[in-house]
């Protein structure tokens, strides 16, 4: 009995983080990411300790914005440059997808999952990315920033 109610309750844990993306959950995308893990299509794995860049987006309410490579300063504030990528989120086939475009290429990944502090983005080549939600880390003073 106690098997069963722990094995339910595993499932259910299970089921409520690994959120499948919507339209408007994709709105949570806002604000800094960091890559935790990648899982290749062949199934190996990279774990990600620390990072030195981290993605930045912005979407509007018209569900189109923009990515930006950002890089983690000592103090707390970030490194950019003028580059960026639009993306716009749209719906396809019941899939989420995040449609980049540059002056160079275009291209699209499929927002699998997102979460308040977790996102899983997969690419055309089958590479999932798990993401973690980034915090600025002020290591001059050791404490975190808001």
């Known amino acids: 009995m106690k098997k069963g109610i722990l094995l339910l309750f595993a499932a259910v844990i299970t089921m409520a983080c690994s959120q499948k993306a919507s339209k408007e959950d994709a709105k949570k995308i806002n604000g800094y990411w960091e890559i935790e893990k990648v899982i290749m299509a062949d199934g190996s794995k990279k774990e990600y300790k620390i990072n030195t860049t981290y993605d930045f987006f912005e979407i509007g309410n018209d569900y189109k914005g923009f990515r930006k490579k950002v890089s983690p300063q000592l103090d707390g504030k970030f490194l950019t440059d003028d580059t960026s990528e639009a993306v716009e989120i749209i719906e396809k ?7 980049y475009k540059t002056e160079y290429a275009k291209w699209e990944e499929e927002l699998k999952s997102i979460s ?9 080549q089958k590479i999932e990315y798990q993401y973690k939600r980034a915090t600025p880390i002020n290591l001059l003073d050791g404490k975190e920033t808001k």
């Open 116 to 124: 308040e502090n977790q996102m899983t983005i997969v690419n055309p």
């Open 93 to 99: 086939d019941g899939k989420i997808y995040l449609d």
